[in-house]
């Protein structure tokens, strides 16, 4: 399954936290022309560097599928990252 929502909270060091909710499918149709792009440098990066661009794809659409479930926290000091993917 794609992810559908990432969630983005950071915790400030003052102990405040804010949570960022970014729906993933709105965000690609609206950054397509720049995701055709970097697919076109990714084919050229393929070629320049003699990897297969159909395996290369195929890794990358396997690393998009099992990002659902996914969760990052980054802490240091009283600052705080957090992020989950669904």
Not at 49 to 72: E, I, Q
């Amino acid at each position: 399954m794609i992810p559908q929502l990432v969630t983005v909270g950071y915790r400030r060091p003052g102990g405040r936290t804010r949570r960022l909710h970014v729906p993933v499918l709105p965000v690609a149709l609206v950054l397509s022309p720049l995701l055709l792009v970097a697919a076109a440098a990714g084919v050229v990066a393929c070629l320049a560097t003699r990897v297969s661009p159909g395996g290369a794809l195929r890794g990358a659409g396997r690393l998009v599928l099992a990002l659902p479930g996914t969760r990052l926290e980054i802490e240091q000091g009283a600052a705080a990252v957090l992020v989950s993917i669904r």
